[in-house]
T-cell receptor, first 111, second 110 residues
Framework: EAGVAQSPRYKIIEKRQSVAFWCNPI?????LYWYQQILGQGPKLLIQ????????DSQLPKDRFSAERLKGVDSTLKIQPAKLEDSAVYLC?????????FGPGTRLTVT | GIQVEQSPPDLILQEGANSTLRCNFS?????LQWFHQNPWGQLINLFY???GTKQNGRLSATTVATERYSLLYISSSQTTDSGVYFC????????????FGTGTQLKVEL
């Protein structure tokens, strides 16, 4: 069974630029999550989708972050404009019922 | 929101040693998972264990939900066990949202 796929794996941008990350969940997993993991901390949920609907985006900084999952399968997370404090690993995860499965993450560095 | 505390924050073991990692949480949970984040950043699901005891090879976990803690046991540790171990919990009505602890950084040396 293929795991959660993410791209790119690494991205370096300057502050105020925009960036987009892509995630393809495990086939058949209806629930998709985006997490932000700052160095030295545990992952923090940004947004949760159930199929193509948003279940929880309470911790998403909506003035600069947006995410979509138009066809209920893959998803994109965008940051525009980026700030220095956005430097982190962005993890995508999917789940069917109980256990969550994480992708390899995208390491973003904002300079 | 729910608070999740893990101990110890850092641990260094000699290969072959055993260890116990602890996760305390501040409220009733309906979901608890243990993850291992390897040195390359990949998060791997170890156990889904909101209550009871499970074992998988050299790893086992026990959650005592009524006392709001969970333990992860690592026996005969190997260098490949190095990384960060996270406990993550979910609460009723939380819509499958997991709140992660701060992790235990484990280093296994030869």
């Amino acid at each position: 069974e293929a795991g959660v796929a993410q791209s790119p794996r690494y991205k370096i941008i300057e502050k105020r630029q925009s960036v987009a990350f892509w995630c393809n969940p495990i086939s058949g997993h209806a629930t998709l999550y985006w997490y932000q993991q700052i160095l030295g901390q545990g992952p923090k949920l940004l947004i949760q989708f159930q199929n193509n609907g948003v279940v929880d985006d309470s911790q998403l900084p909506k003035d600069r972050f947006s995410a979509e999952r138009l066809k209920g399968v893959d998803s994109t997370l965008k940051i525009q404009p980026a700030k220095l404090e956005d430097s982190a690993v962005y993890l995508c995860a999917s789940s069917l019922e109980t256990g969550k499965y994480f992708g390899p993450g995208t390491r973003l560095t904002v300079t | 929101g729910i608070q999740v505390e893990q101990s110890p924050p850092d641990l260094i073991l000699q290969e072959g040693a055993n260890s116990t990692l602890r996760c305390n949480f501040s409220d009733s949970v309906n979901n608890l998972q243990w993850f291992h984040q390897n040195p390359w950043g990949q998060l791997i699901n170890l156990f889904y264990i909101p209550s009871g005891t499970k074992q998988n090879g050299r790893l086992s976990a026990t959650t005592v939900a009524t006392e709001r803690y969970s333990l992860l046991y690592i026996s005969s540790s190997q260098t490949t066990d190095s990384g960060v171990y996270f406990c993550a919990v979910g609460v009723t009505g939380g819509g499958n949202k997991l709140t992660f602890g701060t992790g235990t950084q484990l280093k296994v040396e030869l």
